[in-house]
């Protein structure tokens, strides 16, 4: 079964500075999806950024933007230029892209502090 | 992106009552829904993820009498808490896949979520 690692159960930031939370994951397939899902004090899930593992390059999302290695089994996020907005809890997701398994397994989250 | 609306966000009831959370896709046809629990400062539980017209699949340890989910329609499912105790109190969240085009709206490889529903019971 596939597993997801945050390492990190709290992270604290300046605002305008950058932060960069960590997701390692295990498993034996070769191709999967990962996400970096917020979730803020409303607790509303907020999709912030995806990546597919057979893509090279690494996606970004405006101030978010994610470095993923895959033999690694790395996928951290890093969000630049941090906002009050920001504040929340991270959840790193996988999910396998094999069959019509669409279930996403779930990190135990990073709850982010944005200092003002 | 898709919205998913969940109702009701907040509910309270006693001990023994039935409740039912509703879970619908505004703007896609959710192929799929997934039902989550979650405790305070903790992650997303999956409870079980049902497909339109076939019946619910549970993950192992989540009573299936207990938590009755139905996904009668493409935009639409529900979950409803039997006879609920104090021990049920807990958040629960869906979440909708569509069956569209990866990477579009409502497209297959991606979760959209609903708000949440704290349920209390006294």
């Known amino acids: 079964a596939q597993t997801v690692t945050q390492s990190q159960p709290e992270m604290s930031v300046q605002e305008a500075e950058t932060v960069t939370l960590s997701c390692t994951y295990d498993?034996?397939?070769?191709?999967?999806?990962l996400f970096w899902y917020k979730q803020p004090p409303s607790r509303q899930m907020i999709l912030v950024i995806r990546?597919?593992?057979?893509?090279?390059q690494n996606a970004t999302e405006n101030r978010f933007s994610v470095n993923f290695q895959k033999a690694a089994k790395s996928f951290s996020l890093k969000i630049s230029d941090s906002q009050l907005g920001d504040a929340a809890m991270y959840f790193c997701?996988?999910?396998?892209?094999?069959?019509?398994?669409?279930?996403?397994?779930f990190g135990k989250g990073t709850l982010l502090t944005v200092n003002p | 992106g898709a919205v998913v609306s969940q109702h009701p966000s907040r509910v309270i009831c006693k001990s023994g009552t039935s409740v039912k959370i509703e879970c619908r896709s505004l703007?896609?046809?959710?192929?799929?829904m997934f039902w989550y629990r979650q405790f305070p400062k903790q992650s997303l539980m999956l409870m079980a993820t049902?497909?339109?017209?076939?019946?619910?699949?549970?993950e192992q340890g989540v009573e299936k009498d207990k938590f009755l989910i139905n996904h009668a329609s493409l935009t639409l499912s529900t979950l409803t808490v039997t006879s609920a105790h104090p021990e049920d109190s807990s958040f629960y969240i869906c979440?909708?896949?569509?069956?569209?085009?990866?990477?579009?709206?409502?497209?297959?490889?991606?979760?959209?979520f609903g708000a949440g529903t704290r349920l209390s019971v006294l």
């Open positions: 703007d896609f046809q959710a192929t799929t």
């Open positions: 498993t034996s397939e070769s191709d999967y999806y």
């Open positions: 979440s909708a896949r569509g069956g569209g085009l990866a990477g579009g709206l409502g497209g297959k490889n991606i979760q959209y």
């Open positions: 049902s497909n339109e017209g076939s019946k619910a699949t549970y």
């Open positions: 990546q597919e593992a057979y893509k090279q």
């Open positions: 997701a996988y999910r396998s892209a094999r069959g019509s398994n669409y279930k996403l397994t």
